[in-house]
């Protein structure tokens, strides 16, 4: 699926609420110029912001986290789905998701333009016996056929997003620190991998860091809401390339009212961010994987 620069960068904006969980999560487009996408007459490129961990209690805090157990009283999992994956009229917000699994309702491929798609995993198993941090099965078969479709269309940038980082170390803070199973080596990154996707995203660890494996670039990010943080992250993605950005927010406590939540930590109801975003980090993702010009938490991290 790699590329040489074909046209003009184009112009909409996305807005993608990873929540920590960067999977099962509504996606809106928008365009944002008068010119037609398709001729590639503006300079303005794709936006897209990321803004994980805006939910404390998520697919995967509420799914995964370590300790949970299949018929836990805790799990909030058709709750989520009711949710974010629910239309208005009751049927699914996204028709190309893996029917027939029990991922149904937690994961979705939508295609936010003609020149990106976007793939949403639910990285959690329940068996039996435990809770797996993997894809596997009829998501993996899933996953694969949107992929192979992707690259057959020319479909110029794919980015798929997971909880969980699979590509380790990673700065974790005030975070379990759940991990993908196999890492670098499972079903997942292979598929990844082997398709040619561009980027994976994800949260969990509560901190960025970026690494890259296989040709395909990971960028885990977010911040413990709970402490009175937040961050985001912006893609402006054109024909050769896509800017990244990340900034962080330092909150502050105006009244102890914290929201309800299943979680001990409780998010503060009454925060004010006071002061604009510092950017913690900057890169540029090439059309043909390379990580250049980056610089802060976007450099390569080394663990």
Not at 83 to 93: L, N, Q, S
Not at 151 to 178: A, C, D, E, K
Request: aromatic letters at 8%; a neutral charge.
């Amino acid at each position: 699926m790699r590329r040489r620069p074909t046209r003009k960068a184009l112009a909409a904006v996305l807005g993608v609420v990873l929540a920590g969980v960067c999977a099962g999560l509504p996606v809106s487009a928008a365009h944002d110029g008068a010119d037609d996408r398709r001729t590639g007459t503006s300079s303005a490129p794709y936006r897209f912001v990321a803004a994980p961990d805006i939910f404390n209690q998520d697919i995967g805090d509420v799914r995964g986290q370590v300790g949970w157990q299949p018929g836990d009283p805790n799990s909030w999992t058709p709750l989520f789905a009711q949710a974010y994956d629910t239309a208005p009229d009751g049927g699914p917000r996204f028709t190309d998701r893996p029917v027939g699994t029990q991922w149904e309702d937690t994961a979705y491929a939508a295609q936010l333009s003609p020149d990106v798609l976007l793939v949403s995993l639910d990285v959690f198993h329940v068996t039996r016996a435990h809770v797996r941090t993997e894809v596997v099965g009829g998501q993996l078969a899933w996953l694969q056929r949107v992929l192979a479709d992707a690259r057959s269309r020319g479909v110029p940038w794919v980015i798929v997003q997971g909880h969980v980082p699979v590509l380790t170390p990673v700065r974790i803070r005030n975070s379990s620190g759940l991990t993908l199973e196999d890492g670098e080596r499972s079903p997942l990154w292979r598929t990844l991998s082997r398709y040619g996707v561009d980027l994976y995203l994800c949260g969990e660890v509560h901190d960025t860091s970026m690494r890259q494996a296989g040709g395909v670039t990971q960028i885990a990010s977010g911040t413990p809401i709970y402490l009175r943080k937040a961050s985001y992250l912006t893609a402006d993605v054109y024909a050769d390339r896509i800017d990244l950005t990340v900034h962080e927010f330092e909150g502050v406590r105006l009244s102890a009212h914290p929201i309800w939540q299943g979680s001990s930590r409780k998010t503060q109801g009454d925060i004010a961010y006071p002061t604009a975003s510092s950017v913690v980090g900057t890169m540029t993702l090439t059309a043909d994987g390379r990580a250049v010009a980056a610089t802060g938490k976007l450099a390569p991290y080394p663990g």
